[in-house]
């Protein structure tokens, strides 16, 4: 019997470690403070969803008509219009639901506990570090924590009323805050708003209250007053994301990274539930049971080319260039022409290597698999036939 790894951090790359380690033969242990909301707009692609519900029976969205398009919009009000691609899924019940299914699985074992870095008894000599933007993580990473590039996001969830003109998910890009805001419906008109940015606190609260009066007047919608201030958390957005290590040595313990601890989220529009997945999975995917050690070189250059694919393909870090470029003046003008008249070859070339679909299958010898040309047709469930496997 191998010797059990220890993740620290239960939510999605954690998770994902869990269960493709434990495939490999490798019994993990999972320490999860909780089960909680984490801030989340909660988007994730069809084939993501799809994904979920067949390896794990997990069913993200159940409802019978899912908004069907997605805006991409600028600040002076003009948009580009795309086929839905996603669907919003809660982040309480997506960790609830993984911790149920990946919980039973043999050789893994998940506690409910607030690690600290005193807990030396609890790590084994490589420790899986998934515990995101979190003041554990900022313990163990240190100096490469302060060298990453962080976004501030904030989100707000309501009910939209019945003369609201929102018929398609949101993204409005706003150069000036190095950033963009969202509205995300989910079923019976609950939405959740927000922004994120690579801007101050102060600023990216500003650029909320624009922003609930930008969507107000555009869709002729009433955001509510807030009751409780919105949700603040951190996303971290590196860029290059295979240049910085992927594992850290703390007191002889080697803390190999996964999902928002290397920055995995993209570096746009700060989606990182996928990449978190994705990370996880190869991660499980570098350990060799012979030596029953996580090969850190194998995982690193996995992660790259698992990258260099969805979310940091030329496209994204050409965008993410000019996003943070700034002696490009006008840039949302600018942006609005390029994709109006671009917006074909950009909208093939997304489908052909969609943002963050999964582009591994799994096997041994890892393959690379990027739905060229793949149709992309989305699959929706009804509650009461398919639920029953949950
Ligand atoms: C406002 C906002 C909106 C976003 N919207 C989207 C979106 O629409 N789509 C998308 O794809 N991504 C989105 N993201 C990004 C996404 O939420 C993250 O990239 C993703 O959650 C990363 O997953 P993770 O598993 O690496 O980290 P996390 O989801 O942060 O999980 C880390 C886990 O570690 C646990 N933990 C932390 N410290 C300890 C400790 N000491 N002991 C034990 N456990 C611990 C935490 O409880 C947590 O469950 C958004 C982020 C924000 C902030």
Known sequence: MANPITIAGGNIAGLSAAHHLARRGCPVRVYETKIWDKPCGGAVTIEFADYLAQEFGIY???????LPRVKFGFQNGRYVETQGLFIIASRYDLQKKLIECIGNEPGVNIQFKHLSTRDHELFSPQTVLATGFSGF????????????????????????????????????????????????????????????????RADLQHRFGEFVGFIEKQFHCRIEPLPVPPLMWKIPMVMESWKTPVSFFRNGIEFIGAG??????????????????????????????????????????????????????????LVSRMLRNPSIPYKDGLSFFLLKLFKRPTIKTLKRYPWFALVHDGRRKTRFRASVNKPRKPRFYEPDTKQENV
């Not at 993204?171 to 940015?197: A, L, P, T």
């Open 60 to 66: 993200l969205h159940t409802g019978k008509s899912p």
């Open 137 to 200: 993580t900022r313990q163990v990473l240190q100096n490469h924590w302060y060298q990453q590039e962080h976004a501030l996001a904030l989100k707000y969830e309501g009910v939209l009323d019945k003369d609201s003109r929102i018929d398609a998910h949101l993204i409005v890009f706003d150069s000036r805050y190095k950033g963009y805001g969202w509205v995300f419906v989910k079923e019976q008109g609950r939405y959740n708003i927000g922004v994120g940015g690579m801007t101050g």
């Open 260 to 317: 928002d601890v290397l920055g995995l989220a993209h570096p746009v529009i700060g989606a990182g539930i996928e990449p978190a997945w994705q990370s996880g999975w190869l991660l499980g995917e570098s350990y060799d049971p012979s030596s029953q050690k996580i090969d850190t070189v194998r995982y690193r250059h996995l992660l790259k080319k698992n990258q260099q694919l969805t979310s940091r393909k030329p496209i994204d870090m």
